[in-house]
């Protein structure tokens, strides 16, 4: 294609929120963390290596029983109050900035526990044992 020699109407994606199919054999809550596979596909979040925080869930979604995609997902990028690991892997304001990782589809921690668990954001405030993280792929994957 060549570059522009006049005005163009370019199309833009609207909201906060997106839509995508949902990965084989998975049920996912509503307000629980989402993440990308590595071939793709929308997952709950879980401790795993080779994928990524996206959002949270905008409602409860059932592939159970279904093939990759047969179903598909609300989200939503933002920021959003998470539970926090403990021991060692417990964020703290030092942390404000940093990427925190997955544990599972309501709670992340400190560190990738030695390669095992994805990036689920970024470390946004901290209060009372809640972790407010930033999950946006776009913004993590620049993180990373």
């Not at 992340?108 to 946004?124: C, E, H, L, W």
Request: glycine content about 14%; hydrophobic content about 45%.
């Amino acid at each position: 294609m060549s570059a522009l020699t006049s005005e163009r109407n370019t199309t833009q994606l609207r909201g906060e929120t997106r839509v995508e199919p949902l990965a084989a054999a998975v049920k996912v809550w509503k307000g629980g963390i989402l993440m990308r596979n590595a071939a793709g596909f929308v997952t709950k979040a879980a401790t795993a290596a080779g994928c990524i925080g996206i959002g949270r869930a905008e409602a409860t979604a059932d592939n159970g029983a279904g093939l990759a995609g047969a179903v598909s997902v609300e989200y939503r990028a933002g920021v959003f109050g998470f539970a926090n690991s403990g021991g060692p892997d417990a964020i703290a304001r030092a942390d404000i900035g940093k990427l925190c990782y997955i544990v599972d589809d309501q709670t992340v921690a400190k560190t990738n526990g030695t390669a095992t668990r994805s990036p689920a954001g970024i470390v946004d405030s901290i209060d009372a044992g809640t972790v407010w993280a930033r999950l946006d792929e776009a913004v993590t994957r620049g993180a990373v």
